[in-house]
T-cell receptor
């Protein structure tokens, strides 16, 4: 059974460009999470969805960040315009029954904004 | 609010040494506790969990006991291997809040042959 799939694995872009990160959760999982990991701040929850509906986006740093989940098998995290301080590893995770249960993480997307 | 505090790393050990990684927490409700492991270049994966006081979670030779009186969930392994080298994250999910997990900062473990 495939795990959580993320693409791309690495992204290098210039400041001001739009960046789109993609995630395919595990089939049947009703919850999807986007995290950001940096050395300075550790692992931060950005937003999570339940049945494709955003439930809590209080972790989204600013209006430059947006996330969508058009169907149960696909989600995107978009940064527009990107800035150097957005450089981080972005993880997508899914869970079967809720945010308090085991989460399955994807391999992450390492974003570098120059 | 909820918080998780882990010992700072890196923790450097020789193969077959005993491992302890300390984790303490604060929570408004009655949390479930987790240890996740992150191998280089990969996402986090659940190592073990405990959902109530005095429960012991165990997996792959690792274990941790939910201690409500000391608000701790220390990770232990009797004999580490080089393949255990990774970053270990303690986390909680609080039934007194939104259940959204709170993660510690992670502790890097380096095991030398």
């Amino acid at each position: 059974d495939a795990g959580v799939i993320q693409s791309p694995r690495h992204e290098v872009t210039e400041m001001g460009q739009e960046v789109t990160l993609r995630c395919k959760p595990i089939s049947g999982h009703d919850y999807l999470f986007w995290y950001r990991q940096t050395m300075m701040r550790g692992l931060e929850l950005l937003i999570y969805f339940n049945n494709n509906v955003p439930i809590d986006d209080s972790g989204m740093p600013e209006d430059r960040f947006s996330a969508k989940m058009p169907n149960a098998s696909f989600s995107t995290l978009k940064i527009q315009p990107s800035e150097p301080r957005d450089s981080a590893v972005y993880f997508c995770a899914s869970s079967l029954t809720g945010p308090g249960t085991e989460q399955y993480f994807g391999p992450g997307t390492r974003l570098t904004v120059t | 609010g909820d918080s998780v505090t882990q010992m700072e790393g890196p923790v450097t050990l020789s193969e077959e040494a005993f491992l302890t990684i300390n984790c303490t927490y604060t929570a408004t409700g009655y949390p479930s506790l987790f240890w996740y492991v992150q191998y280089p270049g990969e996402g986090l994966q659940l190592l073990l969990k405990a959902t109530k006081a005095d429960d012991k979670g165990s997996n792959k030779g690792f274990e941790a006991t939910y201690r409500k009186e000391t608000t701790s969930f220390h990770l232990e392994k009797g004999s580490v291997q080089v393949s255990d080298s990774a970053v270990y994250f303690c986390a909680l999910s609080d039934d007194g809040g939104s259940y959204i997990p709170t993660f510690g900062r992670g502790t890097s473990l380096i095991v030398h042959p």
